[in-house]
């Protein structure tokens, strides 16, 4: 179809050929602008992606290539202290792993004390034999210095480590949620410890109460001891009515008597552990 001006109608044919020039042009114009945007856009995200992955690969070094060795010195308080030469966690063994990549590789909050690194893991022996095939995660711990590291208010010395509450269905375990990373934090469990979002799914107390045992008893050999325990308040009883709960119950390992009932609503996914030294 043409529009090229012919005859007597000639001004009206070259009105209508400017406007159909004028539309193709402008039709064309947005087609190569919206094409160069796109490409522009796929080049920011290209970028974007490079810049993140850079990110996590120099994050992630800091954890992949460190070296534990001497002794680590913790300094100062909890939740006012920092630690020197502290010794990462390994992100996994026989029976126990770290629950997050995120906060072990990116954000490097696997680090404790030397003499609790050894601790925790001569605890994960003893349950081998202990808490026959259970498989246990630990999570948050301190940051390479310490320090403070949000939303903790403690884990600032090496000496504070999260363990997350082992769960149960049908007697056996269940380990599906604990392969949910960080969103581990945000599990709510009702009166008994059943979990709010699937009740076949329960803390296993007994296997809390053997690992906890576990670790006083390696802390111990290694001169130092369970200073203290956070765990929801009202979960105590529970835990205390299982057999390897009485004997915990008995030994003198303190438990958190009273709390802000902000920090108890949070202690039901995980205990917390604060480790002394004799
Ligand atoms: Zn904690």
Same mark, same amino acid.
């Given at each position: 179809?043409?529009?090229?001006?012919?005859?007597?109608c000639?001004s009206?044919? #070259?009105t209508?050929?400017?406007?159909?020039?004028? #539309?193709?042009?402008?039709n064309?114009? $947005?087609?190569v602008?919206?094409?160069?945007?796109? @490409?522009k856009?796929?080049g @920011?995200?290209?970028?974007?992606?490079?810049?993140?992955?850079?990110?996590?690969g120099? +994050?992630s070094?800091s954890?992949?290539?460190?070296?534990?060795?001497?002794t680590?010195?913790?300094?100062?308080?909890?939740?006012?202290?920092k @630690?020197?030469?502290?010794?990462? &966690?390994p992100?996994?063994g026989?029976?126990y792993?770290?629950?997050s990549?995120?906060?072990?590789?990116i954000?490097?909050r696997?680090?404790?004390?030397?003499?609790i690194?050894?601790?925790?893991?001569?605890?994960?022996?003893? %349950?081998?034999?202990? %808490?026959d095939? @259970?498989?246990f +995660?630990?999570?948050? %711990? $301190?940051?390479?210095?310490?320090?403070?590291?949000?939303p903790? +208010?403690?884990?600032?010395?090496?000496?504070s480590?999260?363990f997350?509450t082992p769960?149960?269905?049908?007697g056996?375990?269940h380990?599906f949620?604990?392969r949910?990373?960080?969103?581990?934090?945000?599990?709510?469990?009702?009166?008994?410890?059943?979990?709010?979002?699937?009740?076949?799914?329960s803390?296993?107390y007994?296997?809390?109460?053997?690992?906890?045992? #576990?670790m006083?008893e390696?802390?111990?050999k290694?001169?130092?001891?369970?200073?203290?325990?956070?765990f929801?308040?009202?979960?105590?009883?529970?835990?205390?009515d299982?057999?390897?709960g009485k004997?915990?119950q008995?030994?003198?390992?303190y438990?958190?008597? $009273? &709390?802000p009932? $902000?920090?108890?609503?949070?202690?039901d996914?995980h205990?917390?552990?604060d480790?002394?030294f004799l």
């Open positions: 179809m043409s529009f090229r001006p012919t005859g007597h000639q009206t044919n #070259a209508k050929y400017k406007y159909f020039e004028f #539309a193709m042009r402008l064309i114009s $947005s087609k602008k919206s094409t160069v945007m796109w @490409i856009r796929q @920011i995200m290209r970028w974007v992606l490079l810049a993140v992955l850079i990110f996590i120099v +994050r070094t954890q992949i290539f460190y070296v534990n060795m001497g680590s010195k913790s300094i100062g308080p909890v939740h006012k202290g @630690i020197q030469n502290a010794y990462l &966690l992100y996994s026989d029976n792993k770290y629950f990549p995120f906060s072990y590789y954000l490097g696997a680090y404790v004390h030397s003499t690194h050894t601790t925790v893991l001569d605890g994960y022996k003893i %349950c081998e034999s202990t %808490c095939g @259970i498989s +995660r630990v999570m948050e %711990c $301190s940051n390479k210095k310490g320090g403070s590291m949000f903790h +208010r403690t884990h600032q010395n090496g000496t480590l999260d997350m769960l149960m269905k049908k056996k375990q380990k949620f604990d949910i990373g960080i969103f581990r934090y945000a599990l709510n469990f009702d009166k008994d410890g059943v979990l709010k979002l699937n009740k076949k799914v803390i296993d007994e296997n809390m109460a053997r690992h906890i045992l #576990a006083e390696a802390a111990r290694n001169g130092m001891y369970i200073k203290k325990v956070i929801k308040i009202n979960l105590k009883d529970n835990l205390f299982t057999e390897s004997r915990l008995s030994s003198g390992i438990f958190a008597q $009273s &709390l009932k $902000s920090i108890d609503n949070l202690h996914d205990y917390h552990v480790f002394g």
